[in-house]
């Protein structure tokens, strides 16, 4: 089983939807968790960090879901610029060194 | 967060040689890691970079092959030894700062012949 799993997509939604990416990871010792955006050909963006308690950041949300082993991303209000790849990230072996999921393709249309 | 410069920005090698690949941290940090992302695939943990101290390297991943200096805590480099058209890939430095965020340089895409 892989590290940290990603439903690849791609996602086609239009502006104004919302969407929402789910990702699992498998080692539950794992403590510290993120999003991460990387449009074509440039390097990952944080997003944001993921709390236990969820977290939002404008049209963004980040949810946490220890017992189930899943970290949850919602975009509400969909907009052109959203569209990129959406990695998740989990902390490896309880370092500071991140396990990457493969990513989530979102194109956003009008 | 954290700037970070990465030189070269690209390259295309013969196999058979070697790349260094420089990187640079605006602001000191205690953690640097290097990254690699083949086409289509998602970033691959090669090493941590320790400062003063040997390398810590990923499952598959030997000294040998991606010798790493970190001579301080601002700057580390990755060679690419005896390369061959595997090697193709994109080598990302990145920093974690105190924030507990981590933060990537642009990349340096390498291309072996």
């Known amino acids: 089983r892989k590290e940290v799993e990603q439903d690849p997509g791609p996602f086609n939604v239009p502006e104004g939807a919302t969407v929402a990416f789910n990702c699992t990871y498998s080692?539950?010792?794992?403590?510290?968790f993120f999003w991460y955006r990387q449009d074509c050909r440039k390097e990952p963006k944080l997003l944001m960090s993921?709390?236990?308690s969820g977290n939002e950041d404008g049209r963004f949300t980040a949810q946490l879901n220890r017992a189930s082993q899943y970290i949850s991303l919602l975009i509400r209000d969909s907009k052109l610029s959203d569209s990129a790849t959406y990695l998740c990230?989990?902390?490896?072996?309880?370092?500071?060194?991140?396990?990457f999921g493969k990513g989530t393709s979102l194109l956003v249309t009008p | 967060s954290a700037v970070i410069s990465q030189k070269p920005s690209r390259d295309i090698c013969q196999r058979g040689t070697s790349l260094t690949i420089q990187c640079q941290v605006d602001?000191?940090?205690?953690?640097m890691f290097w990254y690699r992302q083949q086409p289509g695939q998602s970033l691959t943990l090669i090493a941590t970079?320790?400062?003063?101290?040997?390398?810590?390297?990923e499952s598959g991943f030997v000294i040998d092959k991606f010798p790493i200096s970190r001579p301080n805590l601002t700057f580390s480099t990755l060679t690419v030894s005896n390369m061959s058209p595997e090697d193709s890939s994109i080598y990302l430095c990145?920093?974690?700062?105190?924030?507990?965020?981590?933060?990537f340089g642009p990349g340096t895409r390498l291309t072996v012949l």
């Open positions: 602001s000191q940090v205690t953690m």
């Open positions: 993921v709390y236990s």
């Open positions: 990230a989990v902390n490896a072996n309880s370092g500071y060194a991140l396990n």
């Open positions: 970079a320790n400062q003063g101290s040997e390398a810590t390297y």
């Open positions: 080692n539950s010792a794992s403590q510290s």
């Open positions: 990145s920093a974690w700062t105190g924030a507990n965020e981590q933060f």
